[in-house]
């Protein structure tokens, strides 16, 4: 963009037109069909701007919780959980203990609401618990999700996502 005689560069936002697109999208209510909230989470991931995104859900599931579902909640708090512990590195030493800490509450309170049936629900705790430090002690349940997941594969949204699960079964034997 031309100002005054010299060249400035288009913001951040406008030159993420997708990411913009999916955020329109997912302001107006909660949308009828979900992957809608999976691309606008794979858009925040792929920008590494995971904790706008996580902010981003945060607020709508504060402004939609009236009108979602307990399934519904559970995957808006599932996104916040994965978004929030990609965020993690970012944050200083001192702050990451307690940023992952309250991230792993946020993905056991998914769990409960999703009632442990909800694919895309399982599937981000047990990425989560894969990649977290050892010392928090989720390897267990990573597992427990993980393994899971395979075995309901019909409840997912497509084969697909199979993949990151196998990726991270193997990680998990490889650590053991």
Not at 70 to 83: A, D, N, T
Request: hydrophobic residues 40%.
């Amino acid at each position: 963009v031309i100002k005054g005689g010299r060249a400035e560069s288009h913001s951040a936002s406008t030159s993420l037109p997708d990411l913009e697109y999916l955020k329109a999208i997912n302001s107006v209510g909660p949308p009828q069909d979900p992957q809608l909230l999976f691309l606008l989470m794979t858009q925040y991931a792929n920008a590494n701007r995971q904790g706008e995104g996580a902010e981003f859900f945060s607020a709508r599931l504060k402004e939609f919780e009236p009108k979602l579902t307990p399934v519904q909640k559970s995957l808006y708090l599932g996104i916040i959980g994965l978004l929030r512990a990609q965020h993690a590195a970012s944050l200083p030493v001192l702050r990451r203990y307690s940023y992952v800490k309250e991230t792993m509450a946020i993905l056991k309170q998914a769990k409960l609401l999703s009632g442990g049936e909800v694919f895309v629900v399982n599937w981000i705790a047990g990425i989560v618990h894969t990649e977290i430090p050892g010392f928090f002690g989720q390897r267990k349940a990573a597992r427990e999700e993980l393994t899971w997941c395979v075995d309901n594969i019909d409840k997912a949204p497509n084969t697909g996502w199979l993949r990151e699960v196998y990726y991270h079964l193997a990680k998990l034997a490889h650590s053991e």
